[in-house]
């Protein structure tokens, strides 16, 4: 092919993100791209340069870098001893401890997903999905319901403390970026939220 086209690659560079990130906006319809008959993915690069005129530098997050970085953060928050002063966290063993953790991890591999995709269906099952996790974990280790929903809403402010300082420190000022942002984390943790106390609630009616 000529100059005009791109491979996958090429195009990961010219936009400076990552070429999973790339793949997944070309994915979900997010980024102008073409099949060759072996199927592979092609880009024109005229129609990339149209694409970033529209769309502005600000609005190309990379979601893998954000993953990354925000990982980072919560590792520091918990290695500080955040987690260990929590007063709910104490009354866990280690096995528990354990479990918590993972699923703090997967809470926020759940939202890192949402932010870098459209898929809103997908996110809210997942999300709800996360939230009966936490209330089963939270019965199953004895937990009363404010100690339960404090040791969730603990990772979910983590969570979001992290991506909101990725996005600062890529120096993003696009409101528009950041309302999106913003709004996709209100709603993943809320429905995850609601879910978490439905459980619980019905773990303590005896219903499940």
Do not use: C
């Amino acid at each position: 092919m000529s100059g005009e086209w791109l491979s996958l690659s090429q195009v990961a560079e010219m936009l400076g993100v990552h070429p999973s990130t790339v793949r997944n906006w070309s994915d979900h319809g997010r980024l102008p791209v073409h099949r060759t008959q072996g199927g592979h993915r092609r880009y024109r690069r005229s129609e990339l340069e149209l694409w970033l005129q529209a769309q502005g530098k600000e609005n190309l997050v990379d979601a893998d870098q954000v993953l990354q970085r925000a990982v980072n953060l919560i590792r520091v928050q918990i290695n500080e001893g955040r987690l260990e002063n929590e007063t709910w966290y104490q009354k866990l063993d280690q096995e528990a401890r354990d479990h918590y953790r993972r699923s703090g991890q997967a809470l926020f591999q759940g939202l890192v997903n949402f932010l870098s995709t459209d898929s809103e269906h997908e996110a809210m099952a997942e999300a709800r999905s996360l939230g009966y996790e936490y209330a089963s974990r939270g019965n199953r280790y004895g937990l009363t319901m404010a100690e339960a929903t404090k040791a969730f809403l603990f990772f979910r402010d983590a969570l979001m403390e992290s991506v909101l300082d990725v996005y600062a420190s890529a120096q993003i000022s696009a409101p528009n970026v950041w309302a999106k942002m913003l709004h996709k984390i209100n709603v993943f943790t809320d429905q995850a939220l609601v879910a978490f106390i439905e459980m619980f609630q019905a773990y303590k009616e005896g219903k499940r």
